[in-house]
């Protein structure tokens, strides 16, 4: 079946370090991948997505690129802030965005990210 | 955006009794929603998926007996975990999309169990 990895954690940066998490995947077909953040205290929030090979994610200085070739899916940003100290999931949905079971998701363990001053 | 409200966050109960969580969407209507269990440093693990008005889809290995799961309208979910035992103790999460808009997926804060 579906299945993502992602990198053990915890990550401890201090601010403005580059930030790499990696994701890995195995799915049958054309999966869509994610990237979901929560906070403290908070629900899963998208942080971004890409739909096909070769596609770039990005939101809030994050970038991840869809690589099939590698079946990965690997979370950046080039300089960390306090406010990025979250819990981040990279996930897939084994179907395309307009499919009906695109809530089905399948996630990563988590990566707890803490970024000190 | 549209937010997914779950309640309670957390609850306490003892063995053998019946907890309910519900699950709302609060500005828009979701005919399908989620339900995600959450283990300690483990990954979301879906549960079933809820369908307003009719029976919810399990997956393989969830007791749908154990986890009753009922969906009566566009905005609300509720998970019953039944007789309760301390291995059901973990967090559970819902999840709703918003067809009208984006169609993008958006999470409950999760509801926290810990069965005594």
């Known amino acids: 079946g579906d299945s993502v990895t992602q990198m053990e954690g915890p990550v401890t940066l201090s601010e403005e370090a580059f930030l790499t998490i990696n994701c890995t995947y195995t799915a049958t077909g054309y999966p869509s991948l994610f990237w979901y953040v929560q906070y403290p205290g908070e629900g899963l929030q998208l942080l971004l997505k890409?739909?096909?090979?070769?596609d770039k994610g990005s939101n809030k200085g994050f970038e991840a690129t869809y690589r099939k070739e590698t079946t990965s899916f690997h979370l950046e940003k080039g300089s960390v802030q306090v406010s990025d100290s979250a819990v981040y999931f990279c996930?897939?949905?084994?179907f395309g965005a307009g499919g009906t079971s695109y809530g089905k998701l399948t996630f990563g363990q988590g990566t707890i990210l803490t970024v000190h001053p | 955006g549209a937010v997914v409200s779950q309640h309670p966050s957390w609850v306490i109960c003892k063995s053998g009794t019946s907890v309910k969580i519900e699950c709302r969407s609060l500005?828009?209507?979701?005919?399908?929603m989620f339900w995600y269990r959450q283990f300690p440093k483990q990954s979301l693990m879906l549960m079933a998926t809820s369908n307003e008005g009719s029976k919810a889809t399990y997956e393989q290995g969830v007791e749908k007996d154990k986890f009753l799961i009922n969906h009566a309208s566009l905005t609300l979910s509720t998970l019953t975990v039944t007789s309760a035992h301390p291995e059901d103790s973990s967090f559970y999460i819902c999840?709703?999309?918003?067809?009208?808009?984006?169609?993008?997926?958006?999470f409950g804060e999760g509801s926290r169990l810990t069965v005594l």
């Open positions: 996930a897939l949905s084994p």
């Open positions: 999840s709703a999309r918003d067809y009208s808009n984006t169609g993008e997926l958006f």
């Open positions: 890409a739909t096909k090979a070769d």
């Open positions: 500005d828009f209507q979701a005919t399908t």
